[in-house]
């Protein structure tokens, strides 16, 4: 038993002028007019401090450059094709064989985030049926700069030494 899928062409707006973010595009505007105006008084100014405002213009402007990648970024056009994965579509032709890639990469990257983990015991269920670590049975071991070490009353003590 097959099911088909229908899709409907999606229709993309064509944005003119200075594209969709255009918050972006005029702040980026902004930026480089006033620190053009103010690296012009620096230098045309004859004012005492001059270096400061031709340094501050600069900055202006290069701080301009954040709101020109904005700009840039969120004007770039991805084909609908290359957005089905992205909106739940799922593409027909690959759908076994990448149900089995996503099967081995999660197994794969589980594994190497379990072997980082400090312990690879099981939680076990504290007192009052909360989940989470319980104290008991637990092996605590204190040492103090002297290198004496204070141990549980356990099976068997761990001595772990602190550094600084």
Not at 89 to 111: A, H, M, P, Q, Y
Not at 123 to 147: F, K, M
Request: net charge positive; proline share 4%; charged share 20%.
């Amino acid at each position: 038993m097959s099911t088909s899928v229908q899709v409907e062409p999606v229709m993309e707006i064509k944005y003119g002028g200075v594209g969709r973010c255009k918050c972006s595009f005029w702040f980026a505007v902004a930026h480089d007019i006033l620190g053009v105006f103010i690296m012009m008084v620096g230098v045309f100014g004859g004012l005492v401090i001059h270096d400061l405002f031709i340094y501050m213009g600069a900055i202006i402007i290069f701080l301009s450059l954040i709101w020109w990648v904005f700009w840039y970024s969120g004007n770039i056009d991805v084909p609908p094709e290359e957005l089905e994965d992205d909106v739940g579509l799922i593409k027909l032709k690959n759908r076994g064989l990448s149900r089995v890639v996503r099967r081995v990469s999660d197994r794969f990257s589980n594994g190497i985030r379990n072997s980082f983990r400090k312990n690879s015991r099981p939680i076990r269920e504290g007192p009052a049926g909360n989940n989470g670590l319980s104290n008991t049975g637990t092996d605590v071991s204190l040492s103090t700069i002297y290198d004496r070490t204070i141990a549980s009353s356990s099976k068997e003590p761990v001595r772990e030494t602190l550094s600084i």
